[in-house]
């Protein structure tokens, strides 16, 4: 309660006032509530694992130079296309004529990326280039598989590589495996 | 037999460590706050083990869900300046109030005839999922799609302000279909913006 001092009367011996002596002491319970309260709202409204890019060059569409495309052996192509149900179908060489029978395999560490460091060795190993990984991504096929591929060629450091549009004879290879 | 005595001890306790470490957190969180945007789609990214940030400035996000695809640009004075030219190229009139909302909209998904009445919704009821039909990409008569002028005049917009090359980045759902994807990456090449990026979340390396 407040109270006041009126000071008169004289009742004081020496006449001397004192002021009482207060704690420096402050209650920091409710401050600290706050604080905690705002450091609440500020991370849950942050976004704090950014977004990542990945960065896709396509290849040019130009049609007016079209004699300045290259041909490449099909010794070193691996074709991979992209089916339904996360599954992959690949193959070295072209289709429907390839050197290596059509296989359907998985994505994954066990999967497609073992498959690519193999046959990446050998193709070095056999003609003394790197690897040419061409990805088919068919209509059946989502939108995560792209990424996923696109993933692998990143991690097995595949330097040479580029998104094509389906063939027929590649539609009928998925179709054959019942993948698309 | 005299009795021990547990000395009392007061409750309180000295609240001025924890007093610091809460304003330390705290000032942290307000300096490196960036508040999220609310975002017109809501996709779920794929993840990738690629580790470069998305860049801030000077890009525009094509967001690619459920078969709809929405557009966004940063900075208001970009966005100010593509609608304008959008207003010209197709003939549609907005007020200055409408060029002002639509420079504070973070991304939009319909037609440019449907476009001012977006702007005229609250944001909150702007949001709502199934509103917005999304833009346009198959072209008509001929004509390039609306989602092609966008992007277009965008990338005419910042060339003008800022004098950069407007990048171009695609914010794709994990389950949406290839065909829509090679849609929109055949809009951007048609304007021969061959190089862009994706944007995923963080995945571990297994």
């Known amino acids: ?180 | 037999m005299p009795r021990v005595k547990v000395p009392r001890k007061s409750t309180a306790i000295d609240m001025t460590a924890m007093c610091d470490m809460a304003s330390l957190l705290l000032t942290f969180f307000i300096l490196t706050a960036t508040a999220r945007q609310p975002e017109a789609l809501i996709v779920d990214t794929p993840s990738s083990t690629v580790k470069i940030k998305v860049p801030e400035v000077d890009i525009a996000t094509i967001t690619i869900g459920d078969g709809k695809v929405f557009f966004g640009v940063k900075g208001t004075m970009i966005r100010e300046r593509v609608l304008q030219k959008m207003s010209e190229r197709y003939k549609v009139p907005f007020t200055p109030a409408q060029i002002k909302r639509f420079s504070l909209m973070e991304g939009f998904g319909v037609p440019i005839s449907q476009l001012a009445q977006v702007i005229d919704l609250k944001s909150e009821e702007r949001n709502k999922p199934g509103l917005q039909s999304g833009i346009p990409i198959d072209s008509v008569n001929g004509a390039a799609s609306q989602l092609h002028e966008w992007i277009y005049q965008s990338r005419v917009a910042t060339k003008e302000l800022n004098d950069k090359q407007m990048r171009v980045s695609l914010k794709g759902d994990s389950k949406e279909a290839y065909p829509t994807i090679k849609k929109v990456i055949n809009i951007l090449q048609k304007q021969k913006v061959n190089k862009f990026s994706l944007i995923t979340s963080m995945e571990a390396q297994d």
């Open chain 1, 1 to 180: 309660m407040a109270e006041l001092d009126s000071g008169g009367g004289g009742n004081h011996k020496g006449g001397k006032v004192r002021s009482k002596k207060q704690s420096t002491r402050v209650d920091m319970t409710p401050m600290v509530d706050l604080m905690f309260l705002l450091i609440t709202f500020f991370m849950l409204t942050t976004t704090l694992a950014k977004p990542q890019a990945m960065d896709l060059a396509m290849p040019d569409k130009d049609d007016l130079n079209k004699e300045e495309q290259l041909d490449v052996a099909d010794t070193r192509t691996m074709t991979v296309l992209l089916g339904s149900a996360n599954r992959i179908e690949w193959f070295i060489g072209i289709a429907g004529n390839s050197l290596t029978p059509p296989t359907v395999e998985n994505f994954g560490k066990n999967g497609i990326r073992k498959t690519i460091i193999d046959k990446a060795k050998d193709i070095k190993a056999a003609t003394g280039k790197d690897m040419i990984i061409i990805i088919k991504p068919s209509d059946k096929s989502n939108y995560k598989n792209l990424v996923d591929i696109l993933d692998e060629m990143k991690i097995t450091n595949t330097k040479q590589y580029a998104i094509v549009d389906i063939s027929n004879p590649e539609i009928d290879l998925l179709k054959r495996d019942s993948i698309y």
